[in-house]
């Protein structure tokens, strides 16, 4: 089973500040398998990032995502009041589907 | 619209059964396959298991093997979950969640609102 392991737990930054997420896998997950959730509470998990980098629709250029092998990153360049939330990684490429514990990005 | 949209919340006993359904619309069921996702308090999100909605394949978590059961009723645009014998530990949120392959890149784009399952005595 691949282990997603993201830090930091909790991000506590400002509207406007740049935040950056990482997410490390236990092994090399391909690319177009690795992909980003925001959920917030009480809410669903909704899809940001997939192939480690394709933005979904709708979602604004202000969060990328990058990365390979083991080592994966989103980072949200400006951060909106709407974008506090919790994110996950989340790798499709073995079996057992496997997510992260998720990073709280939190107003500071 | 893409809609899945689940049954509502249970609370159930120990050693009880649960099934929780995820109506799709907005789009040709059969032509995606739809998981299922749950999310303990405080816990990360756990998959469960997946449905090939064209043809009936699936494939379960080892941890729940033999306590879950994922069908689909084609007509009706309907997923199921049955979780059997449960324990307090499968309090949780349960989401479906439909599986897409956007030029090979695979994601879960559209999720339920969640069924909220309580086990308690």
């Known amino acids: 089973e691949i282990v997603l392991t993201q830090s930091p737990g909790t991000l506590s930054l400002s509207p406007g500040e740049r935040a950056t997420l990482s997410c490390r896998a236990s092994q090399s997950v391909e690319s177009k398998y690795l992909v980003w959730y925001q959920q917030k509470p009480g809410q669903a998990p909704r899809l940001l990032i997939y192939g480690t980098s394709n933005r979904a629709t709708g979602i604004p250029d202000r969060f990328s995502g990058s990365g390979s092998g083991t080592d994966f990153t989103l980072t949200i360049s400006r951060l909106e009041p709407e974008d506090f939330a919790v994110y996950y990684c989340?790798?499709?490429?073995?079996?057992?589907?496997?997510f992260g514990q998720g990073t709280k990005v939190e107003i500071k | 619209q893409v809609q899945l949209v689940q049954s509502g919340a249970e609370v159930k006993k120990p050693g009880a059964s649960v099934k929780v359904s995820c109506k799709a619309s907005?789009?040709?069921?059969?032509?995606?396959?739809m998981h299922w996702v749950r999310q303990a308090p405080g816990q990360r999100l756990e998959w469960m298991g997946w449905i090939n909605v064209g043809n009936g394949n699936l494939k379960y978590s080892q941890k729940l093997q033999g306590r879950v059961t994922i069908t689909r009723d084609t007509s009706a645009s309907t997923v199921y979950m049955e979780l059997r014998s449960l324990r307090s530990e499968d309090t949780a949120v349960y989401y479906c969640a439909r599986e897409q392959s956007v030029s090979g890149d695979s994601c879960y784009d559209y999720w339920g609102q969640g069924t909220q399952v309580t086990v308690s005595s």
């Open positions: 907005g789009y040709t069921f059969t032509n995606y396959a």
């Open positions: 989340h790798q499709l490429d073995t079996s057992p589907r496997t």
